[in-house]
């Protein structure tokens, strides 16, 4: 196909990423009009698919949105959005019980709702489904429902290239087709960013490699402002064992009496924490990385020796399965397990309606940063948050995105320089620096962090020059990406020379007020620029 040759489309909502926050919003935007829905991969295929512990509402009887706002702000250590917390608890239950009023299973025990309970959290209030697969199960849902609606037209195994924005309104977005193997120009009056984190830019990550911040990188080059980028919550129990592929092992395990030891067989959170295995994800994290560390090991063991093999094989037989292909019986086994890169954090920033600063461009999910988490997210808030913001992303959409808007002519003529093939020598340059940089961050910019190691990674990554890669070679952009990414994690991770929530400095161990404050970042004519906001 001839390079300059661009397909046309027109929608009335935009609509990229396929997780949880697309499909619900996609699904509700169709009342309204028309929409396109894009993923680089299936609809059934994201990182909501794979959450595993549940959705936190406050649906329980001995429960309150007050109490399950109380336990959000306790973790998030003094810089969530007090707006945007409380209306994800009290919106957040009229989701949840509106996805059950639509036939949304969840499970039941004999008085109601089987509730459970992570960490950090005062109540049972985790609604999971299919034991522990309830990413799977809501994902599933909501995707029957999206492919049997004719006002959404799905793009699967399409990459996007670039959103049409001069910095102040975005117009939609430019799209290759792997399966067409054309580009696709969609104008649309509105476009909604769901694509996801960037967690699995780390080599230890619960996530799949296919979780790499595309979304904040096409934010980011739009004019977006991203901020918090220096909070990357690890998840304190991954599936540790040499020539073994990780995976995620629930929180909800330990929820359910599940309990962490050391090699020498000895329960050691009651060294760290009174909440002992059911302290917030941060806690938990550092004191497993804590004992390996002491220890020389490369895993601690998660132990369910002493709970019923009923539950272990009902409530949690999607982990039992996995780890019996591994040759663990866990009824009988220890789990090995160790911390990875779980969740990220920081992202685009929104106001509470997920409008970002770019007109015409909404963000929500976990690409997104409307403060409700704060410094560190408390476990099972993740899918109640997609839910809350992807609506409220519509109901923006619809308020402030009415008019159709033309591409500038520029923005135009731009499309039509990209590139659709790249050299095999730069495809390997690319998986090159892709897997020499996961390592990077992932030794350095951890779960412990200090200058030394964070100047190091810095330098690493500064290797990467932009004056030899071209801006319209599609491998070359995602290179571009990368450097980006990884650069302002790093370098926020620099910055803050504090340890609060996620964010862990060796070398200023202890929480700061006058670090009550939020890294933005901003791209200012080629050069990324931050500031600092309140919120």
């Known amino acids: 196909m001839n390079k300059s040759s661009v397909t046309e489309v027109k929608t009335d909502f935009l609509i990229i990423g396929s997780g949880l926050s697309g499909l619900y919003a996609a699904i509700y935007a169709s009342k309204f009009g028309k929409v396109a829905l894009i993923t680089k991969s299936s609809i059934q295929e994201s990182n909501s698919y794979w959450a595993q512990g549940g959705i936190a509402a406050a649906i329980n009887s001995d429960d309150s949105t007050e109490i399950h706002k109380e336990d959000t702000l306790s973790v998030g250590c003094g810089l969530n959005n007090l707006d945007a917390v409380n209306i994800m608890v009290s919106e957040g239950t009229e989701r949840v019980l509106e996805l059950i009023n639509q036939g949304m299973s969840f499970d039941r025990a004999e008085s109601g709702f089987d509730f459970g309970i992570e960490g950090g959290h005062s109540r049972r209030r985790i609604l999971h489904a299919l034991g522990n697969e309830t990413g799977k199960a809501v994902v599933d849902f909501l995707s029957k429902e999206v492919q049997k609606n004719n006002k959404i037209k799905i793009y699967e195994n399409s990459f996007v290239i670039d959103l049409f924005s001069d910095s102040k309104t975005c117009f939609g977005c430019l799209v290759f087709s792997d399966t067409k193997k054309n580009k696709i120009s969609i104008h649309s009056k509105s476009t ?17 490699s296919s979780t790499s911040g595309d979304g904040i990188a096409l934010g980011l080059n739009a004019g977006a402002t991203v901020k918090d980028m220096e909070f990357i919550q690890f998840h304190p129990t991954v599936f540790s064992k040499e020539g073994a592929k990780n995976f995620l092992i629930s929180e909800a395990i330990r929820g359910e009496g599940g309990q962490l030891i050391n090699h020498s067989k000895i329960r050691f959170m009651e060294n760290y924490s009174k909440q002992l295995e059911l302290a917030p994800r941060d806690i938990v994290a550092r004191a497993i990385f804590n004992e390996m560390r002491m220890n020389g090991e490369k895993n601690v063991f998660l132990s369910l020796k002493h709970l019923k093999s009923s539950l272990i094989k009902n409530r949690f037989k999607n982990t039992f399965e996995l780890c019996l292909r591994e040759g663990l019986d866990i009824t009988k086994d220890d789990i090995p397990v160790s911390p990875a ?69 520029k923005l135009i003529e731009k499309a039509k320089k990209y590139s659709l093939i790249s050299s095999d020598k730069k495809v390997e340059s690319y998986l090159n620096y892709r897997i020499s940089l996961s390592q990077i961050i992932n030794n350095y910019v951890g779960i412990l962090r200090n200058k030394k190691d964070l100047l190091l990674a810095l330098n690493e990554i500064s290797s990467i020059k932009k004056k030899n890669l071209d801006e319209f070679d599609l491998i070359d952009k995602r290179l571009m990406n990368l450097k980006s990414l990884t650069y302002l994690i790093t370098k926020s991770a620099l910055l803050r020379e504090e340890s609060r929530g996620a964010h862990i400095r060796e070398d200023f161990s202890s929480q700061s007020n006058k670090w009550l404050k939020h890294i933005n970042w901003k791209l200012t004519n080629g050069t990324l620029r931050f500031s600092y906001s309140k919120q």
């Open 192 to 208: 909604i960013l769901a694509t996801g984190g960037a967690c699995g830019l780390y080599s230890q990550s619960s996530n799949p």
């Open 341 to 409: 890169a779980h969740y990220m954090i920081g992202g685009i920033k929104t106001n509470a309606g997920s409008q970002t600063n770019i007109k015409n461009l909404y963000a929500c999910g976990e690409v997104a940063c409307v403060g409700a988490h704060g410094a560190n997210r408390l476990a099972s808030n993740s899918l109640l948050e997609c839910l809350v913001f992807a609506k409220r992303a519509i109901d923006s959409a619809l308020k402030l995105s009415k008019k159709e808007k033309q591409i500038p002519r």
